[in-house]
């Protein structure tokens, strides 16, 4: 079981000869107050090839969205579990990051939610 995102076969036809730039690494995931997410207006990019590659990178996010929520779900599922030695070795400790998560919640953005 690899813990990137696979890229299947018609989806390999439509870009063979380009070179895959990124990957999904889910034993990566942090969960994160959505008052903390800075949105990002690819539109407003400068670079024109960063532009080209976040414009891509999106648009296969939105094409696969349910494919990588599954995956994201069965993988955290594996860890949590330990289903995987190895996967559980080489993965955030979800269960942790879940718990600072809560306490930045309560101890910190509910007194910025206060002082508002």
Known sequence: MRN???I????KKKIEG?????SLRF?????VPEECI???IIKNIKDEKYR?????????CMDNAERIQKKA?????MVTTNRKQK??????????????????????????????
């Open 4 to 6: 990137t995102i696979s």
């Open 8 to 11: 299947s076969k018609g989806m």
């Open 18 to 22: 380009s070179q895959i730039k990124g």
């Open 27 to 31: 034993n990566y995931m942090i969960p």
């Open 38 to 40: 800075e949105r990002l």
């Open 52 to 60: 080209v590659l976040l414009n891509k990178e999106y648009r296969f």
């Open 73 to 77: 779900n069965k993988i955290y599922e």
């Open 87 to 116: 996967l559980t070795d080489n993965s955030c400790a979800f269960r942790i990051l879940e718990q600072g998560y809560r306490e930045y919640v309560e101890n910190v953005l509910t007194n910025i939610r206060k002082n508002q």
